[in-house]
């Protein structure tokens, strides 16, 4: 695949604002289970930062080999080379693809101050803080990525759905990379369901709160 040609290292794309990235290297933890799309997932947000001309690094790691079981991905996006190695333990984004994660994993443990946090679920933030007080002054997102995806693909399979809405909330990478990534990431299946997959990231970025007033905020720096 043709991704960017880095021809002046400056000129890299780091769009989320100030306020709530520092410009230093970026962290993702992703949770979920085996057939969810963890690894797809970070296969894909990988991908599309380098697209966009930064740098990635995406790794899994694995539980028991079954559907169903734990999953963990972990992503790393900088404008400059990544020379850390090792598993992510204070994510700076952390993504939960399966609410239920929560019952056999401490996931919110450790979690630095300043961590945002995507749950799929149909539940709101509130409920999540109030449960677990540890978040509580944290940013929280929620969304209902499973029924997005039953809705365009007719399968609860969300990842590509929730992706969508760490855009929306992040503007990470853009929409035009993004697209690209789905397609060579999902390559082996039919056109017409990678086609509905990004439809339904799509609706999910538009559903994050107060995105709008963010990107008009973004436009006019």
């Not at 769009?15 to 797809?40: A, C, K, N, Y």
């Not at 790794?59 to 404008?79: C, E, K, N, S, T």
């Not at 559903?207 to 963010?214: A, F, H, M």
């Amino acid at each position: 695949m043709e991704l960017c040609t880095r021809v002046d290292q400056s000129q890299a794309r780091l769009l989320l604002s100030g306020e709530w990235w520092d410009l230093s290297m970026l962290e993702i933890t992703i949770h979920g289970r085996g057939g969810q799309g963890v690894v797809v997932t970070s296969r894909i947000l990988g991908t599309a930062a380098l697209y966009d001309c930064m740098y990635a690094q995406d790794f899994p790691l694995y539980g028991a080999a079954r559907r169903g079981a734990p999953v963990m991905a972990f992503v790393r996006i900088d404008d400059r080379p990544i020379l850390l190695r090792g598993y992510i333990t204070k994510p700076n984004i952390l993504m939960l693809l399966d609410e239920s994660i929560m019952e056999v994993k401490d996931v919110f443990s450790d979690l630095p101050a300043d961590c945002t946090i995507i749950i799929n679920t149909t539940r709101s933030a509130g409920y999540f803080k109030d449960e677990h007080p540890e978040i509580k002054d944290m940013r929280v997102f929620c969304v209902d990525g499973t029924g997005i995806a039953l809705e365009y693909l007719n399968k609860p399979i969300p990842n590509v759905v929730i992706i969508g809405f760490l855009i929306g909330i992040t503007h990470l990478i853009t929409i035009d990379a993004f697209k690209k990534a789905v397609k060579d990431e999902l390559g082996r299946y039919p056109e017409d369901l990678i086609d509905k997959n990004i439809v339904g990231a799509l609706k999910a970025c538009e559903l994050v709160p107060g995105r709008e007033q963010r990107r008009q905020r973004d436009e006019d720096r």
